[in-house]
Nanobody
């Protein structure tokens, strides 16, 4: 199983941007579908964005038009570009291989101040 390591989180004001990175140990080429997830305090972990074959993407309604998922197979890295951030985007963000099922990383914290 691939092991992801997330980075790029931080504190940002509402309306700002962050780019999260997820470096995957092993070959990301073996991953069919990769996803970004988030978990806010007291809430269940939810899917934010996924990227699959042919770089087809799908997004949660709450982030459509603001977030963009992409992958660089040569760098074994998946990115999440987050623009127009809102306080409700505050959460720990995780990436994970969805197909085949993979391990969770340690996550990276994103905090958006109003």
């Amino acid at each position: 199983q691939v092991q992801p390591v997330e980075s790029g989180g931080g504190l940002v004001q509402a309306g700002g941007s962050l780019r999260l990175s997820c470096v995957v140990s092993g070959s990301i080429g073996s991953v069919v579908v990769m996803g970004w997830f988030r978990q806010a305090p007291g809430k269940q972990r939810e899917s934010v964005a996924i990227i699959g074959i042919g770089d087809r993407t799908n997004y949660a309604d709450s982030v459509k038009g603001r977030f963009t998922i992409s992958r660089d197979n040569a760098k074994n890295t998946v990115y999440l570009q987050m623009n127009s951030l809102k306080p409700e985007d505050t959460a720990a963000y995780y990436c994970k291989s969805v197909i085949p099922p993979g391990n969770w990383g340690q996550g990276t914290q994103v905090t958006v101040s109003s």
